[in-house]
């Protein structure tokens, strides 16, 4: 060792050599590292993907549903444009009841209310046939979104001298949800509601082609119930018509609150339509997907923050 060096306080020139060659060392190894985990990052994207895809399926089949209304049958509950999420779980914990906003499926009877046109080439057809596997399908299409008046055995008659429907001689207070303006009907009827099937009407009674318009097909009007895909439970789009789509209190005032009594034999314990358990386990299974894409979100901010470090 040269005593100069020493004398000076400078370390060896072998020193030095050593620990630079040390410090590349590092580099090469922590560029290494993070050039692992950006291929690791992309190998597991896809699998994320289809995770995700394939749970939103799994949640649409069985628990929730989102549609969108094309047209002014239920104005003012719902407009042109809302987007609603209709609980699939409802009716396999509880049953149908008076009042309910229900989406059924009329492919077989029904026309359509709305002229929609066919998707136009590839990409939109490619795009519809996803809108509809992963539940954003357009109410008016195959499916119909109505409020339930009567249930099976029911006597739904319009009108009474106050014009009034009435229910099983109770007449029933719609102010609540009609479209303003809007008569509870503006024809006659008297039906008695066949068993497995259910009365519905829109809320803007002047412009829904509900049971009103079918008075002449088989079940007079009425539609079966194991064509209902579920019940409507919230609106979540706009933003400004956010809301929850709860029973009216009409039915309950006029004593017709009950949905149809089980039979006897039924030991079959449901919770009550509407309740906090139906409802919320859609919402819940939905954060399913939600939360796994918002950490996803998170790591390609954070991959993109390193880059831009660099």
């Not at 994207?45 to 969108?68: C, D, E, R, S």
Request: proline share 7%; net charge neutral.
């Amino acid at each position: 060792m040269d005593e100069r060096e020493i004398a000076a306080g400078r370390e060896p020139a072998t020193g030095r050599a050593s620990t630079v060659g040390s410090n590349d060392g590092s580099e090469t190894s922590d560029a290494r590292r993070n050039r692992g985990k950006e291929r690791s990052f992309w190998r597991e994207l896809p699998v994320l993907v289809v995770l995700a895809l394939g749970l939103a399926l799994l949640i649409k089949t069985f628990l929730v549903q989102a549609f969108y209304i094309p047209s002014e049958s239920m104005e003012n509950t719902l407009v042109p444009g809302d987007r609603v999420l209709v609980n699939k779980l409802s009716y396999r914990l509880g049953e149908i009841q008076r009042g309910d906003v229900i989406v059924f499926n009329g492919a077989d009877s029904w026309e359509s209310e709305v002229d929609l046109a066919p998707p136009s080439g590839s990409v939109q057809k490619l795009l519809h046939k996803m809108g509809e596997l992963f539940g954003f399908s357009t109410v008016g299409e195959k499916d119909f979104i109505k409020r339930v008046i009567g249930l099976p055995g029911d006597h739904v008659v319009c009108c009474d001298k106050q014009n009034r429907v009435v229910v099983n001689g109770k007449p029933i207070a719609e102010s609540g949800y009609l479209h303003p303006g809007d008569p509870p009907s503006a024809s006659a009827f008297d039906i008695r509601v066949p068993a497995d099937r259910l009365w519905v009407m829109g809320d803007h009674r002047s412009a829904s082609a509900d049971s009103r318009s079918h008075l002449g097909d088989p079940g007079g009007g009425t539609i079966p119930i194991d064509h209902v895909v579920g019940r409507a439970f919230v609106i979540v789009w706009p933003l400004d018509r956010v809301d929850l789509l709860t029973r009216p209190g009409a039915y309950g005032d006029a004593g017709l609150a009950g949905g149809p009594r089980a039979p006897a034999a039924s030991t079959v314990s449901a919770a009550p339509l509407g309740s906090p358990l139906t409802d919320a386990v859609p919402v819940l299974a939905g954060a399913g997907v939600v939360f796994p894409l918002a950490g996803l979100r998170r790591g390609l901010l954070r991959r993109r923050r390193s880059r831009a470090g660099r």
